[in-house]
Structures are given as C-alpha cells and as structure tokens.
C-alpha cells in the first residue's frame, strides 16, 4: 500500500472460489470520501481463469486376465501434483449394472470404495497398510496398493484390486477420472480390460 499527495494504491490479493471461477468477471473499485463524496462503480478489469484441466496419462496393465491385478493409475494436472484432488476408479461391464467404484484421495492419502448401492463410503485405507476394502463386486487391497509417485504434474498410483467370485464372470472395462482442485476433472478414461475368461 502506498498513500502520497492525490493518490492511494492498494495491492489487493484474492481469489477465486472453485465454482465461481468457471465463467469470466469484471473487477470494478469504488472510491469514498470522507464527506461523502464517491466515485460509483468503476470497471477496471476483467479476471478470466484459464481452466487447466486434469488428465489421465496411463493405466497398466492394459488388458489382465487374474485375480488378484496391481494397476498402476497415472494422473496428470497442469498446474502441479498437489492440485489433484480424486483419482476415481471403476470396474464395471456392459451387461451388470454393479460396478467396482471408489477412489483415491491425494492429500489424505487414502482410498475409499462404495458399497453395493453407492449410498456408504468405505475407507480410507491407507496405501502400503494390511487392510482392505470390498463389495459384493471386488476388494481393494491396501497391502498390494502404494503412492508411487507424486511429483512434477503427475500422480502415479499402484491400487491392488480382485474382482469377486460372481463379478468376475463377464469381462469388464477398467476406466479412469482425474478431479482437480478446482473442480476440473478429466472425465471417465478407459485404461484398460478386465477379462478373467
């Protein structure tokens, strides 16, 4: 801030929230007096955020064929690792309406898996811990699961997974979804097939 002669001058530093920052705005500054006098409401600006959103980079294997499988997820975002917020996971096929669907989130470290009828979040079980997570669809293995990475843009997940006895009978679609901070997500990415015949 600085206050000589005619002139005030104040660096003002904001942000924008995460839903409010999906569509441009003008920056206006009104000025008063002490007697009352005012300037009104001056446009001196506008504040576009560009959005810079999250991508799926890979997903190995890209075809498996057992039961207990290690996939290994990498994210990617623009603005730096730390802003991924949720690398959601889903395991699902064309012929049941049942799926294998959770996530993992970054800044806690932990991994989270929907019940049956996706009303009850399951977890967090850390990566690398001896416990797991299951539905009638598949369990997620904490012992088999580890962050291997998370540096640069990119988050690189190990998530061990096995498909249930009755889930395993149709082949299935292993996808992908990457959400950022800001609410920007990469939406559902296959990344690979999951058939046990």
Do not use: C
């Given at each position: 801030v600085s206050a000589a002669g005619t002139d005030v001058t104040l660096n003002l530093g904001l942000g924008l929230q995460a839903s409010y920052a999906t569509?441009?705005?003008?920056?206006?500054?009104?000025?008063?007096?002490?007697?009352?006098?005012d300037s009104g409401w001056v446009q001196t600006g506008t504040w576009s955020v560009a959005t810079n959103p999250p991508t799926v980079v890979s997903g190995t294997p890209?075809?498996?064929?057992?039961?207990?499988?290690?996939?290994t997820?990498?994210?990617?975002?623009?603005?730096?690792?730390?802003?991924?917020?949720?690398?959601?996971f889903l395991v699902n096929s064309s012929t049941n309406p049942a799926m294998c669907y959770g996530f993992y989130n970054r800044a806690t470290n932990?991994?989270?898996?929907?019940?049956d009828a996706f009303t009850v979040l399951n977890g967090p079980l850390t990566p690398g811990?001896?416990?797991?997570?299951q539905n009638s669809q598949c369990v997620v293995y904490g012992s088999t699961s580890s962050l291997v990475s998370a540096a640069?843009?990119?988050v690189t997940l190990n998530l061990g997974l096995a498909l249930q006895a009755a889930y395993a009978a149709a082949p299935h679609n292993v996808?992908?979804?990457?959400?950022?901070?800001?609410?920007h997500d990469s939406g559902w990415v296959p990344t690979?097939?999951?058939?046990?015949?």
């Open positions: 569509a441009p705005h003008n920056v206006s500054l009104w000025v008063k007096d002490n007697e009352g006098h890209t075809s498996s064929s057992t039961t207990p499988q290690t996939f997820f990498t994210g990617r975002d623009p603005d730096g690792y730390a802003d991924i917020y949720l690398m959601y932990g991994l989270y898996l929907y019940n811990s001896a416990g797991t997570l640069g843009t990119d996808s992908l979804w990457v959400k950022d901070n800001e609410g690979g097939t999951w058939n046990m015949h």
